[in-house]
């Protein structure tokens, strides 16, 4: 993935207490980066200045980093990265390998979507398909290796490979999990992640609100605020 530019973070007008960089990881939230500054009100939102929107909502269509450390606010995978970049268990709960070219993933249970619906098998396995197949994926080489992917029950992924592939978990820290009966571009978000969107008003602001339903429990952060602000200097100000 490609990334420039900075970013800043204000609270109320009051600079943020952490690293900035730290709140555009590309595997991690942003709110949970950074408390709350003591002297700042209560109802006033996280805001970070950036140099751009998102270039989509759709988590298949473009591998670049801005795009993808926003979304993973709104999406989650079935792994992810800690701060050591070691892969851990996300979506999935646990997983094993019956053969080299074989991996089982149990989902976790209790993931609502944003919109109530509960995480299922079929929402993992059309959203991999999806990865694979769909015309303006950007992902589909992570998953070069896969055979096939299938659903054994409505808690259990099964994923093949063609040979043994190792990086295959490293690989799905990247994919993103929709609901099985997304669009064919997804321009309102329905993930599983902390935050849900509030309201875009594009080249200029988006915001974010704490998803109440959240399986890790609610985001420290109720509001965030993501600034369009393209000048460097402006942005640093």
Request: net charge neutral; aromatic share 8%.
């Amino acid at each position: 993935m490609t990334g420039r530019g900075a970013t800043a973070v204000t609270r109320g007008g009051t600079s943020g207490a952490c690293a900035v960089a730290a709140l555009l990881l590309a595997a991690s939230p942003l709110a949970l980066a950074c408390g709350r500054p003591t002297a700042a009100p209560a109802d006033a939102p996280l805001r970070v200045a950036t140099y751009s929107d998102p270039l989509s909502f759709d988590p298949h269509f473009f591998n670049e980093f801005l795009t993808f450390s926003t979304l993973g606010n709104l999406y989650e995978s079935l792994v992810e990265f800690d701060a050591q970049l070691r892969v851990q268990p996300a979506l999935a709960a646990s997983w094993e390998n019956p053969n080299d070219h074989t991996w089982r993933f149990h989902l976790r249970d209790g993931v609502r979507f944003h919109d109530g619906s509960t995480l299922g098998a079929a929402d993992v396995v059309a959203s991999l398909q999806r990865v694979r197949s769909h015309p303006r994926s950007a992902f589909g080489n992570y998953l070069v290796m896969v055979e096939e992917v299938r659903a054994l029950d409505g808690r259990t992924v099964e994923i093949t490979t063609a040979q043994p592939f190792p990086l295959l978990l490293n690989k799905l820290c990247f994919i993103r999990i929709l609901p099985a009966a997304a669009p064919a571009e997804v321009t309102h978000p329905v993930g599983t992640g902390p935050y849900l969107l509030d309201a875009h008003e594009p080249g200029k602001r988006l915001a974010l609100r704490a998803f109440s339903r959240y399986w890790r429990g609610r985001a420290p952060e109720e509001r965030v605020e993501l600034l369009v602000v393209p000048d460097p200097g402006e942005r640093v100000a």
